[in-house]
């Protein structure tokens, strides 16, 4: 029985650590902030390789997906200024995959990647290390609709 509680804890960590991965990309794409973009990448090093591969997937659907989004719900003048805002969030998700997909990730990376968000913000390495998504929708209530709660 301890067997199966402890995998069943393992899954809804590893869970977890999706949805503040999912939180804090969803920050980073749409408001461009370094911090929420080092929790992501922190939270991929955490990840399994498995786990980090589909991070890496989803961030590549994610910069192809936001500007055919935009171009088929925005017409007009500011078109083009959504075009290249598209396009630089587009940028960004790839700038971020490739840098998760850089190396396969060790314990002491993820020590240091760890460290490094710790002092960038304190309050998303906390929040990394209880699995808690949420930090993402209570600094930026605007998106908590868009969050993963």
């Known amino acids: 029985m301890g067997f199966f509680k402890a995998f069943k804890n393992m899954k809804k960590q590893a869970d977890r650590i999706n ?3 999912y939180n804090a990309v969803i920050v980073y794409t749409f408001t ?8 992501a ?26 500007p ?6 925005v017409k007009g ?6 075009s290249i805002r598209t396009a630089e969030m587009s940028h960004r998700l790839i700038a971020l995959k490739n840098k998760i997909e850089a190396k396969d990730w060790n314990l002491n990376d993820i020590r240091m990647a760890k460290a490094a968000l710790s002092m960038i913000n304190e309050e ?8 808690d998504p949420r930090v993402f929708s209570r ?11």
């Not at 461009?32 to 929790?39: L, S, V």
Request: hydrophobic content about 45%.
């Open 19 to 21: 949805d503040y991965f």
């Open 77 to 82: 003048d500011s078109a083009n200024d959504e």
């Open 68 to 73: 055919a989004m935009y171009k088929t719900n």
């Open 124 to 131: 998303y390495a906390y929040a990394l290390d209880i699995c």
């Open 139 to 149: 600094k930026h209530p605007d998106f908590s609709k868009a969050l993963i709660e």
């Open 32 to 39: 461009n902030e370094k911090d929420a973009m080092y929790a």
């Open 41 to 66: 990448f922190t939270a991929a090093t955490v990840a399994a390789a498995k786990q980090r591969a589909s991070m890496a997937s989803l961030l590549e659907r994610m910069a192809t997906d936001i």
